[in-house]
């Protein structure tokens, strides 16, 4: 399998009137074609800032200030100004012009809230025609309303509600229309950013599951965002847990569970509740995470460590392979 | 004993008529949020009121503390019908009673200090002078876990972490020495490396205050760690209670067997949800005939959409309303 994104020791910092803070410091992740990568940590941790800025669209007064973001094309895209070619590209060379023409057509991003991200005054079906005629001026009205219907259809909302407004809609269904109007332009990369978070654990279900089909029949390669790792045992193929803007373990889902490696890992799955395991002894991580203005030398995660050394508190970890096959940034382990 | 006991409970909200209904006056329709619950809770107790969001689970909580009054029904306190009561007596009631509200941060007053906000209710209540009040508001916030007390008592809430507030919240809740604590999804705005943190905090505040809990949250990975009897909620009835290990292991009813499966456990090798309930929640406005879970229902037959099924003794101490049992 190619690697369809690969992003290298990026950096993005939030310059605010109290002083910089490093959302991302040197985030690196791998992701294979049609597979589903998990972000997990907790908020503030910089799950979001990474997603965002794939799509080179980290809110103001966010930037990304160093790094490489690879995305593999499996055909050359067309631009007014420079046509991209076939292959690896690197997206932080490429112009604003360019940049939109990536977005929904190869890499789409589903917000976070469904409530907010719909424009009220608009149908479901306008929302449909504005972003495929933004991509393509040619197409027509009736044609965009077609493709809205089937994708609306696959999802289980009844085709002629594309007439209706966001109003009309419940939580749940405006979430599948925002999943929806991400597959409008059958992208590659689907990047969902906490897709089922305000929703209800029955409603969740039903939706992580039409996801799973709708990767299938799409092609897609998924990036989810979530704080919840239940969803992402259920979901993902690897998992990369963030901590204070840093990656700290990545690894596919079956490692990640059942060989962590990490101290925050381990710290995180066993705070998480298991319905399934009534014995288990919840624990919690003492103190909070930082304040990303103040910078912690070394390890983010050394004051809250159980096994914190002399050298966690001076020296940045790198991320090297692990024993279980992914790769961790921590001190108690040593590159084979 | 039973602490609190709520009998066939309905709160009715009426829903604002338009222009045109007016004119034409048509009939007011209401919003069924809470339609005839009957439930207790014993001392000493934590009842867990799961279910989804419009359910009406927040309404039944803040009914029990009589922040609203309901449009039918009884609510018993320590054996003293609660619903009819008002101004001067209610409010000396309610000394026995609290709430926590969901969102610590919106539900505390961000110009306000956290020992002033906790000693706030004995203002209210006319419990003590100042030195008294900000002596007993030190002392709470030391009992919450907030210590020194001292360091905590001038900050203001966005000085604090997410689990800080959320111990404000409840330093606020037992300052008057409640008997009862309603607390709304206590932990759903917390992040899980600290949400075990404040179970453990609401578990300790039980056992040393001598605390009884309706626990409400849509979460029920977390409830099966805290409440000792689980009450499931379906567009304003509840449809099961039982034990807590019972309802996970056993649920009967064919909502709570839906919930149940749905519940993303956080292990990659356990199998995933088999038969998960089709559609959504209906509006409580105009709520489905007969057995309000019908349309979604699998097991549904010809009964379901005709009889409104009644809470009946499944035996081994649980209720559920089914016609199948």
């Known amino acids: ?336 | 004993m039973k602490l609190v006991e709520v009998k066939n409970v309905k709160k009715y909200f009426p829903v604002q008529k338009g222009f045109i209904d007016q004119i034409l006056s048509r009939k007011q329709t209401y919003v069924r949020a809470v339609d005839d619950v009957s439930f207790y809770v014993k001392k000493g107790e934590v009842l867990g009121l799961a279910g989804e969001s419009g359910s009406g689970k927040t309404t039944m909580g803040r009914l029990c503390v009589r922040l609203i009054a309901p449009t039918e029904g009884q609510i018993l306190f320590d054996g003293k019908d609660i619903a009819p009561l008002k101004g001067e007596e209610l409010r000396l009631m309610k000394r026995r009673f609290q709430f926590t509200f969901q969102d610590p941060t919106s539900s505390l007053n961000p110009r306000l200090s956290i020992g002033e906000a906790v000693g706030d209710a004995l203002k209210l209540q006319g419990i003590g002078d100042k030195d008294e009040q900000a002596f007993r508001s030190r002392e709470v916030l030391e009992r919450v876990g907030l210590s020194p007390a001292e360091s905590f008592y001038d900050r203001l809430p966005h000085q604090l972490s997410g689990g800080q507030k959320q111990r404000v919240v409840f330093g606020r809740a037992i300052i008057l020495n409640p008997e009862f604590v309603v607390t709304d999804e206590p932990v759903a705005m917390v992040d899980v490396s600290i949400k075990a943190q404040i179970l453990e905090l609401m578990m300790d505040l039980k056992k040393e205050l001598d605390l009884t809990y309706l626990f409400i949250s849509h979460d029920l990975a977390t409830s099966r760690y805290v409440c000792d009897h689980i009450a499931i909620m379906y567009l304003g009835r509840i449809i099961e209670i039982a034990d807590r290990d019972q309802i996970y292991e056993d649920p009967l009813h064919p909502y709570s067997q839906g919930l149940m499966s749905a519940i993303p456990i956080p292990d990659p090798k356990a199998q995933k949800a088999a038969a998960i309930p089709q559609g959504e929640i209906p509006s409580p406005i105009d709520p489905p005939s007969g057995c309000r879970f019908h349309p979604r229902c699998p097991k549904a037959f010809d009964r379901c959409p005709k009889e409104d099924p009644e809470l009946k003794n499944a035996g081994n101490g649980r209720v559920v309303a089914c016609h199948l049992y």
Not at chain 1, 204 to 220: G, P, R, S, T, V
Not at chain 1, 227 to 247: E, F, K, P, W
């Open chain 1, 1 to 336: 399998m190619t690697d369809l994104l690969r992003i290298e020791n990026l950096v993005v910092e939030y310059a605010t009137r109290r002083g910089t803070a490093r959302a991302l410091d040197k985030a690196s992740i791998i992701l294979e074609e049609n597979k589903t990568l998990g972000l997990a940590g907790e908020s503030g941790c910089g799950k979001s800032t990474l997603g965002r800025a794939i799509m080179r669209l980290v809110p103001y007064p966010g930037k990304i200030i160093e790094g490489e973001i690879f995305l593999n094309l499996d055909q050359p895209v067309s631009v007014k100004t420079e046509d991209i070619p076939m292959g690896e590209v690197n997206l932080m060379n490429l112009d604003e012009d360019q940049m939109r023409a990536l977005r929904g057509r190869m890499i789409a991003y589903i917000f976070q809230d469904p409530m907010t991200s719909l424009n009220p005054m608009l149908t479901i079906g306008d929302h449909f025609i504005q972003i495929m005629q933004a991509h393509d001026p040619e197409i027509e009205d009736e044609a965009a309303l077609d493709r809205a219907k089937e994708i609306l259809d696959g999802l289980g909302i009844l085709p002629e509600r594309v007439t209706d407004y966001p109003h009309q809609f419940s939580g749940g269904m405006r979430q599948r229309v925002m999943i929806g109007l991400g597959l409008a332009l059958r992208p590659r990369l689907l990047i969902s950013d906490e897709p089922t978070t305000s929703l209800d654990v029955i409603v969740e279900a039903q939706i992580l599951e039409q996801m799973a089909e709708l990767k299938d029949k799409f092609n897609l390669t998924m990036i989810l965002i979530t704080h919840n790792l239940g969803v992402l045992a259920q979901t993902a193929d690897d998992i990369a847990i963030i901590y204070a803007g840093r990656i700290m373990e990545h690894a596919s889902t079956d490692a990640l569970f059942g060989n962590p490696q990490h101290p925050y890992t381990k710290a995180l799955l066993e705070a998480v509740p298991d319905v399934s395991k009534p014995e288990k002894k919840l624990t919690w991580i003492p103190g909070a995470p930082p304040d990303l203005m103040d910078f912690i030398p070394g390890c983010m995660y050394n004051p809250r460590c159980p096994h914190a050394m002399d050298i966690c508190r001076t020296t940045v970890p790198t991320l090297i392979k692990s024993k279980s096959g992914g790769k961790v940034a921590c001190w108690l382990y040593e590159e084979e």
